[in-house]
C-alpha cells in the first residue's frame, strides 16, 4: 500500500463506507424542501385540481398556463409561497453546518461511527464552525467580490468591442478563473473543519493557519482532485436532467419524482466525496505524529507512529470521552 | 375711389391676417380656422404650374401609382460616422389635397426627443421605456435635429417664422415638432416646395433609431411634414409610447457614407458612385411610401435573393452580424413564408425591395419597422426552439401591411397597427410554427404566441381601452398590454364570434379596401360588421372602447339523487358498485356559472355526465349569473366554459371549468419542480459556503 494512497480513490471509499450519511442529507433536504414548498402546493391544489385548463400543465408544459396561474390572485403573494422555499434551503445550510462535524470524524474512522459519537461531535464543533463560516464568509465573499467586479469590469470593457462573442468568452473565461481560486478557498476552509473537528481544535485561527499553509504547499494535487469531483458533479446534474427530458413522458408525474430525487441523491456523493478528501489529506499530512515515550535506559530510538489510515483520530477520541 | 378700395382690402386683409396668427397662436397644429381658411382663400399663392409629385414606379410592381402621393422628399444627406453627425438638404414638395388653403406647416423633428427635458424623455423616466430607464443622464444619448434654413419656393426664406410647438402637452421645452407660418397660403390643389437644410446629431441607439459601435440606423432622421387629417393638421409631438404618421408619396434620397460602409435603406438602389474623399454616394428611389430609413455598419454580411410575389419579383436583402450569419437562412426562412401568407390571406405585397437589417447587438434598433425596411432581433446564441427571430421578423414584415400599407394614425390609434399586426402575427406564426409552440418548443417546455399576448393583456386587464391616445395610457406597460395584447386577444376572441373564415374575409376586404390610405378604427369595425352581417356594436363598446374585463367561472357543480330523501338509499358509489357500474338513480344536476367581470357576452358552456353524454349550452352573459338543471340517470363529471377556446379575452382561464372528481397530478407535478428546484439550491448553497 501506498504511504500516500490516491486522495480520489480514498476520499470515495469514506464516502462508499458510509453511505448513511448521503441517505440521511438527502432525506434531510427532501423533508426541508417539502415542507418549504408546501405553501406552493396548497395554492396549486386550489386552483387546479378541479380546472380541466391544469391540462395544459400535465400534457406538456405550457409555460403560459404556469405563468397565467402564478400571476392569479388566488395563487398567493409570492411572500407567502415562494418564501418558505426559499428558508427552506437556508435551513438545510444550517442543517449542514450542524451535521457536519459528525460526518467529517465519521470518515476519519475505521469503524462504523456510534451514533452518540456522531452527534456529540455536532454539538462540540458546532461553535467553533459557525465561527469558522463567519470568516470564511468574510474572506470568500471579499474575494468573490473583487473577482467578480474585476470580470464585470473586463466584460464591460469590451462591451463595446464590435466581436459580439468576445464578452460572453471573457465572462466564461472569468468565471472559470473565479471557479478555481473559490476551489481553492473551499480546499482551505475544508482542511480547516477537518483540522477543527480531527484535531479537536479550539483554537479555530490555529486550524485555519495550518490548513492555508497546506491548501497552497499541496495545491495542485488538491485542486486537481476537487475540480475533478466537480465535473462528476456537473455531469451528473447534467445527464439527469438531460434523461428527465429525452426519456420520461410529460405526464409521468411519479418518474419525474424519482428520478429528480435521484439526480439530488447522487449530487450530494461529490460534495461528500471532496470531504473525504479533505480527511484523507489531512491524515496523510496534517496529523501530528505521535511521540511514544522514551526509556532513559534504552538508548534506541522510539519509532514514530501516525494513525493508521483509516482509525479516529485520538485526539477526536479523547473529546469524546 | 380706387385707393380708398385698396385700403380698404389692405385693412381686412390685415384683420383677417392677423386673427389668422392668433388662432395659430394658441391651437397651433390644430385645424385652420375656417374664417382666416376662407378669407385666405382669396389671397392664396398662385399654384406653380411646374411643381408635381412624380408618378414612378421604379421600386413597385405595379405599372401606375398606387396611393395618392401628397408628397415628395428630395434628400440629399452626407453621413460622418465618427461623429454620428448627418448634413442634409431636403427638397419637399408637397401636393395640397385638403380642399382648403393652407397657411402653415407642421414639422416632425423626431430626433429632438433625446433630450433630457423632452417629453419623450420625461414620459420615458416616469413611466419607463423598453430601451433606458433614464436613471442617469448621458452625453451619447443626446439627440437633435436642427432645421438651419427653410425656404418656400416662391415665398423667400422663412427660417426666421420657424417656432416650436408643444400640441399635446405644452412643454416648452419639447421640439420635436416645429411650425412654419407661410406668408401666402397654399391653395387647395396647389403644390408648394419647401428647400430645407438641416443637421442632426444621431443619438446612441433609443427607440429603433442612431447608432451603436459603428451601426447606425436612420429612421425618423429628416424633418418629415404633419398630415392633414380629418379636418386638421396632425403633427403630434413624439412621446415615449408613440410612433409615427405620415403621407404616402416619393422618396428621392441619396446618401453619402465612408466607402467602407455596407448600407441598406427604404425603396430600391438607383446608383452607387464611389467619390475621391473615399465615400460613396448611393442613392434610392421609393414609391408610394410614407418614410424612408436606412442603415449602415461596416461588417454587414449581404444575403439575397428574390422572392415571386403576387405583383412581381421582390428582392430580399439581409443585412446580417458576421456573429449571426448561420442564422441567415432561418430569417429568410421564416420572411418567405410570412409573406407567403400573407399575400394569401391578405392581399399582394406590391413593392419591390424588402430589406432586413439584424441590427448591432445589444442596441435599441431591433425589432423595428419602416417601410420596405425592417430589423429584426436575434443573438449569437439561438437554439432552434427558441423561435425569438422568427416573432421578431414576422411582426416587423407584418407591419409592411398594418402600417406601411394600411397607414394608420400610430399616435392616436396605435392598437390598429400595433394590435391588428399581433393578431395576424398570431395566426402567420400558428400557421408556420404550430399552435402553443410558436415562440418556445424547447427542453418539453412550450409557448404560444397567442397565449403570450393574452398573457400581457391580463396583466392591465382593467387599465385603459384600446381606443386611446397612445402617449395617454397610465404607462407603457400599460401600453404595451392594451395595443398588442389586448388587441390581438380582442380579435382571436371575434374570430370565435363571427367565425375564422368570416374574419379571413374581413381582414382581407379591409386591407384590399384601405391600403394606401389613412384609415379610421370606424372603418376597420365597420368593415368586419359588413362582411359579417353581424351587429357587433355591443362587443366593440365593450372590447375597444371600453376597459370592461372579461372573466366567467365555474361557480358550483353538484349532483344529487332525485329521492334523496328516502331512507336506507346507498351511496351513489355503493349503487355503482353494486350493480357493475350501471347506475339506474335519477339525478337532479345543477351547474352554475357566474359572470365575475363586468364584460358581458353570450358564451358556451359544456356539461359532461358520466355516461358519456356531453350536453352544449348557450348563455348570453347578461345577467350576474345563470344556472343550468338536469334530471338524467346520470351524474355530472364536469363543466367547461368556451369549450372551443376562442375567448381569449378571459382573465382567468383556470375558473372556467370545474371537474366534480379532483386531480392533483398538475399539483404533483409542480410540486415535483418547486421540490426539486429548493433541494437543489439548498445543496449548492451548502456546497460553496459550508
Not at chain 2, 408635381?52 to 434628400?75: C, F, G, K
Not at chain 2, 399616435?411 to 391588428?420: K, L, Q, R, V
Request: aromatic share 12%.
Amino acid at each position: 500500500m501506498s504511504e500516500n494512497p490516491s486522495l480520489f480513490g480514498s476520499g470515495l471509499r469514506r464516502v462508499m463506507h458510509n453511505k448513511r450519511y448521503i441517505f440521511w442529507f438527502w432525506l434531510l433536504n427532501l423533508a426541508i424542501a417539502f415542507v418549504g414548498t408546501t405553501a406552493l402546493r396548497e395554492s396549486a391544489h386550489t386552483i387546479l385540481d378541479h380546472s380541466l385548463y391544469a391540462e395544459n400543465l400535465t400534457q406538456g408544459f405550457h409555460l403560459s398556463a404556469y405563468l397565467e396561474m402564478v400571476s392569479l390572485p388566488n395563487f398567493g403573494a409570492s411572500a407567502a409561497t415562494i418564501s418558505p422555499a426559499v428558508y427552506s434551503t437556508l435551513f438545510f445550510f444550517v442543517s449542514t453546518i450542524l451535521f457536519l462535524p459528525g460526518v467529517l470524524l465519521g470518515y476519519s474512522s475505521r469503524y462504523r461511527l456510534p451514533r452518540e459519537d456522531f452527534f456529540r461531535a455536532c454539538g462540540r464543533n458546532l461553535w467553533r464552525f459557525i465561527r469558522l463560516l463567519i470568516l470564511s464568509g468574510i474572506v470568500m465573499g471579499i474575494i468573490a467580490g473583487v473577482l467578480f467586479a474585476i470580470n464585470g469590469a473586463i466584460v464591460k470593457g469590451v462591451a463595446e468591442n464590435t466581436n459580439e462573442v468576445l464578452p460572453f468568452e471573457l465572462r466564461m473565461l472569468g468565471m472559470f478563473i473565479i471557479f478555481l481560486v473559490m476551489t481553492t478557498l473551499r480546499i482551505w476552509f475544508d482542511l480547516a473543519e477537518t483540522d477543527i473537528v480531527l484535531h479537536d481544535q479550539r483554537a479555530v485561527r490555529k486550524s485555519i493557519g495550518a490548513a492555508f499553509g497546506h491548501t497552497f504547499r499541496n495545491l495542485f494535487r488538491l485542486l486537481a482532485n476537487y475540480v475533478a469531483v466537480t465535473i462528476v458533479a456537473a455531469i451528473i446534474l447534467i445527464g439527469g436532467i438531460w434523461i428527465w427530458n429525452r426519456f420520461l413522458s410529460a405526464e409521468s408525474v411519479l418518474g419525474a419524482f424519482v428520478l429528480s430525487q435521484a439526480i439530488l441523491f447522487f449530487l450530494l456523493i461529490p460534495r461528500f466525496w471532496q470531504r473525504g478528501i479533505a480527511v484523507s489529506y489531512w491524515q496523510q499530512k496534517m496529523l501530528a505524529p505521535i511521540v511514544a515515550p522514551v526509556p532513559v535506559f534504552n538508548t534506541s530510538p522510539a519509532p514514530a507512529a501516525t494513525l493508521p489510515d483509516l482509525s479516529p483520530a485520538p485526539a477526536a477520541r479523547e473529546g469524546m470521552a | 375711389m380706387q385707393i380708398r378700395w385698396k385700403v380698404v382690402l389692405v385693412l381686412i386683409a390685415l384683420v383677417f391676417g392677423v386673427t389668422a396668427f392668433l388662432a395659430r397662436k394658441t391651437a397651433t397644429a390644430a385645424p385652420q380656422s375656417t374664417a382666416p381658411a376662407k378669407a385666405a382663400m382669396a389671397s392664396a399663392a398662385s399654384t406653380d404650374t411646374s411643381l408635381s409629385i412624380p408618378d414612378t414606379t421604379i421600386a413597385v410592381n405595379s405599372s401606375a401609382p398606387l396611393s395618392q402621393r401628397v408628397v415628395h422628399y428630395e434628400i440629399n444627406a452626407k453621413y460622418d460616422a465618427a461623429k454620428h453627425i448627418i448634413d442634409a438638404t431636403e427638397v419637399l414638395t408637397y401636393h395640397n389635397l385638403t380642399g382648403q388653403p393652407l397657411d402653415h406647416f407642421p414639422f416632425h423633428l423626431y430626433q429632438n426627443a433625446f433630450q433630457p427635458n423632452a417629453t419623450w424623455v420625461r414620459e420615458a423616466k416616469r413611466d419607463g421605456s423598453r430601451d433606458t430607464a433614464y436613471d442617469k443622464w448621458e452625453a451619447k444619448e443626446y439627440g437633435s435635429e436642427e432645421i438651419r434654413s427653410i425656404e418656400v419656393v416662391g415665398q423667400g426664406d422663412l427660417t426666421s417664422q420657424l417656432h416650436y410647438i408643444a400640441p399635446d402637452d405644452g412643454n416648452k421645452d419639447d421640439k420635436t415638432v416645429i411650425d412654419l407660418p407661410v406668408a401666402k397660403p397654399i391653395a387647395p390643389n396647389a403644390f408648394v416646395q419647401f428647400k430645407i437644410a438641416f443637421h442632426e446629431q444621431m443619438p446612441e441607439t433609443q427607440a429603433r433609431s442612431g447608432w451603436k459601435r459603428d451601426f447606425l440606423l436612420g429612421g425618423q432622421w429628416f424633418p418629415k411634414v404633419g398630415v392633414w387629417w380629418q379636418g386638421a393638421w396632425n403633427c403630434h409631438q413624439y412621446h415615449a409610447t408613440t410612433e409615427f404618421f405620415a403621407d404616402f408619396g416619393v422618396y428621392d434620397v441619396k446618401l453619402t457614407v465612408p466607402q467602407n460602409e455596407v448600407i441598406g435603406a427604404s425603396g430600391v438602389e438607383v446608383s452607387s458612385v464611389n467619390n475621391p474623399d473615399n465615400t460613396k454616394t448611393v442613392t434610392y428611389h421609393g414609391d408610394d411610401i410614407h418614410d424612408f430609413a436606412w442603415s449602415v455598419s461596416p461588417r454587414y454580411k449581404v444575403r439575397e435573393s428574390t422572392y415571386q410575389s403576387q405583383s412581381g419579383p421582390v428582392k430580399l436583402t439581409f443585412l446580417m452580424q458576421p456573429a449571426h450569419w448561420d442564422q441567415a437562412e432561418r430569417h429568410e426562412r421564416v420572411i418567405r413564408e410570412t409573406l407567403d401568407r400573407f399575400e394569401k390571406w391578405y392581399g399582394p405585397y406590391p413593392y419591390k425591395t424588402l430589406t432586413v437589417i439584424d441590427p448591432e447587438p445589444d442596441s435599441a434598433a431591433e425589432g423595428m419597422e419602416y417601410p420596405t425596411f425592417i430589423t429584426g432581433g436575434t443573438n449569437w446564441f439561438m437554439p432552434d426552439g427558441v423561435h425569438l427571430p422568427e416573432l421578431v421578423l414576422e411582426h416587423e414584415f407584418g407591419h409592411q401591411y398594418w402600417y406601411g400599407m394600411v397607414a394608420t394614425n400610430e399616435f392616436e390609434d396605435a392598437w390598429m397597427d400595433e394590435g391588428i399586426n399581433s393578431y395576424t402575427e398570431v395566426k402567420v406564426l400558428d400557421s408556420i410554427l404550430g399552435k402553443d409552440k410558436d415562440i418556445l418548443n424547447a427542453a418539453g417546455v412550450s409557448m404560444g404566441e397567442r397565449e403570450e399576448q393574452r398573457l400581457s393583456y391580463i396583466s392591465v386587464a382593467d387599465r385603459d381601452p384600446m381606443a386611446e391616445n397612445a402617449w395617454s395610457y397610465y404607462n407603457s406597460n400599460s401600453y404595451g398590454g392594451v395595443t398588442y395584447g389586448k388587441t390581438a386577444s380582442v380579435l382571436l376572441t371575434l374570430e370565435g364570434i363571427v367565425g375564422e373564415d368570416t374574419m379571413n374575409k374581413a381582414m382581407r376586404a379591409y386591407f384590399m379596401k384601405f391600403r394606401f390610405t389613412h384609415p379610421t378604427k370606424k372603418d376597420f369595425l365597420d368593415t368586419i360588421q359588413e362582411v359579417s352581417g353581424k351587429d357587433l356594436k355591443s362587443y366593440f363598446d365593450q372590447a375597444v372602447y371600453g376597459s370592461q374585463v372579461l372573466d366567467y367561472s365555474v361557480l358550483s357543480v353538484d349532483s344529487q339523487p332525485v329521492n334523496w330523501y328516502e331512507e336506507n338509499k346507498d351511496t351513489n358509489k355503493d349503487k355503482k358498485e353494486k350493480k357493475g357500474g350501471k347506475d339506474d338513480t335519477l339525478y337532479q344536476s345543477y351547474v352554475s356559472v357566474h359572470r365575475k367581470g363586468d364584460f358581458a357576452m353570450p358564451i358556451e358552456i359544456e356539461i359532461k355526465f358520466d355516461n358519456g353524454e356531453k350536453i352544449r349550452e348557450h348563455w348570453d352573459g347578461q345577467s350576474r349569473w345563470t344556472r343550468f338543471s338536469y334530471v338524467k340517470k346520470a351524474q355530472v363529471v364536469s363543466a367547461e366554459i368556451d369549450p372551443d377556446h376562442t375567448v381569449q379575452l378571459d382573465r382567468n382561464n383556470f375558473n372556467n371549468s370545474y371537474r366534480v372528481e379532483p386531480s392533483a397530478k398538475a399539483t404533483y407535478k409542480l410540486s415535483n419542480y418547486w421540490t426539486f428546484v429548493s433541494q437543489w439550491v439548498g445543496q449548492a448553497l451548502a456546497w460553496w459556503a459550508v
